[in-house]
Each structure stands twice: as structure tokens, then as C-alpha cells.
């Protein structure tokens, strides 16, 4: 149970173009969904918290307008990097919470998206 | 501000040969303190929760251990599959989880 799935796996892009990110609670619906970005051998940070049908929390230093985050439903959340440029090249990595798992606060991550901008 | 700090940053061990991660903490309302297991390019796999000092759990040849400042990832004799990079983190009263830097492990033959 608790599986997370994140599409595309890896992408490719030009600078100046938008990127959509679909995060996936697949045997669980998630009213909280969070998105992270890793980048290389350094920890996660927390980007912002996503809530199903209401307006994403974002993390201190993170640009709303930068990283639109959607939570549409109880098992998708998107993440969209506008006019990406080669900063915001890295690993990102969405997670969801499972609200009848045994543990409220434990997160189940994706595999991850590696977007690489040129 | 919840704080992670975990040592050593690398450690590698021969096949059989048990040790143990360490990871310190601050929190402020420990909801929960958390360890997760992460391969290369993939996303962090769930391992174990801890609330309390005192708590332990198992997994295979992995074992977890509370303290109110420190947990303890226990590996009793590691497998060349073991290697990988730990994480652990906590959940304070926010809510949301803050990561150490993880120790990357390497198991060999």
C-alpha cells in the first residue's frame, strides 16, 4: 500500500519553457500532498505543501508564480515550472500522506523527476 | 527551528560487519521522527516511525531506536543490497518533515 507515482520520470527542456510535473496517490487519497527538490548528495527541501481544493503553502524563498502547484483531486497534485531556466535544473520529488495510515504525519514519496533546462 | 544532524556522512562496511547511524535532533512537539531509505535517482523509501523515547522497530536486519535527542539506525550484518543513503527526519508541530543529509552507505563483499 501507500504507493506514489510521479510522471514524467526525467525531462528535457528549453530555457523559457514551462514544465508540468503529476504527482499520484495510487491506492490512497491524499487530502495533503507536498513537493520537495533535492539537489545533488544534499537533503530534501520542502518546497510547498499542496491541499486538495485549496490554494498550495509555500516555503519560505520559493516564488509562487515560479512553481504552480495544482491539488485537483484526492489522488493528483501538478507541479508546473514556469519559463524554467538552467537554475532550476534538479531532482524534484513529490510525497503524499495517507490520512487512515496509522501514522498521520508519515509520508510516502515518488520516485522522483529529474528536469534538466538548456 | 526543527534541526537534523546525522553522522557519519559516509560509512562503508564490509559484508557482516553491523554498525549504527546516528541521527541527532531538535524539535519543537516531536510528532513523529522518521527514517527512510534512498537509492540514486529515486525517491525515499519508508522505513520506520518513531514517537517516543524508548521505541523500537524492526525491519530485516535493520533497527531503530528513540532517545529525546537522538535515534539510532542499527544495521546487523549488512548485505551488499544494504547500500544506499539513510535518511531520517522529524515532524514537529508544523506538521512537515525536516531532513538530515542522510549517511550514504556502502556494503561491500
Known amino acids: 500500500g501507500a504507493v506514489v507515482s510521479q510522471h514524467p520520470s526525467r525531462v528535457i527542456c528549453k530555457s523559457g519553457t514551462s514544465v508540468k510535473i503529476e504527482c499520484r496517490s495510487l491506492?490512497?487519497?491524499?487530502?495533503?500532498m507536498f513537493w520537495y527538490r533535492q539537489f545533488p548528495k544534499k537533503s530534501l527541501m520542502l518546497m510547498a505543501t499542496?491541499?486538495?481544493?485549496?490554494?498550495?503553502?509555500?516555503e519560505q524563498g520559493v516564488e509562487k508564480d515560479k512553481f504552480l502547484i495544482n491539488h485537483a483531486s484526492l489522488t493528483l497534485s501538478t507541479l508546473t515550472v514556469t519559463s524554467a531556466h538552467p537554475e532550476d535544473s534538479s531532482f524534484y520529488i513529490c510525497?503524499?500522506?495517507?490520512?487512515?495510515?496509522?501514522?498521520?504525519?508519515?509520508?510516502?514519496f515518488g520516485p522522483g523527476t529529474r528536469l534538466t533546462v538548456l | 527551528e526543527d534541526q537534523v544532524t546525522q553522522s557519519p556522512e559516509a560509512l562503508r562496511l564490509q559484508e557482516g560487519e553491523s554498525s549504527s547511524l546516528n541521527c541527532s535532533y531538535t524539535?519543537?512537539?516531536?510528532?513523529?521522527l522518521f527514517w527512510y531509505r534512498q537509492d540514486p535517482g529515486k525517491g525515499p523509501e519508508f522505513l520506520f516511525t518513531l514517537y517516543s523515547a524508548g521505541e523500537e522497530k524492526e525491519k530485516e536486519r535493520l533497527k531503530a531506536t528513540l532517545t529525546k535527542k537522538e535515534s539510532f539506525l542499527h544495521i546487523t550484518a549488512p548485505k551488499p543490497e544494504d547500500s544506499a543513503t539513510y535518511l531520517c527526519a522529524v515532524s514537529g508541530t508544523a506538521s512537515k518533515l525536516t531532513f538530515g543529509t542522510g549517511t550514504r552507505l556502502q556494503v561491500t563483499l
Open positions: 491506492d490512497f487519497q491524499a487530502t495533503t
Open positions: 499542496s491541499n486538495e481544493g485549496s490554494k498550495a503553502t509555500y
Open positions: 524539535v519543537s512537539g516531536l510528532r513523529g
Open positions: 510525497s503524499a500522506r495517507d490520512p487512515w495510515a496509522g501514522s498521520p504525519d508519515t509520508q510516502y
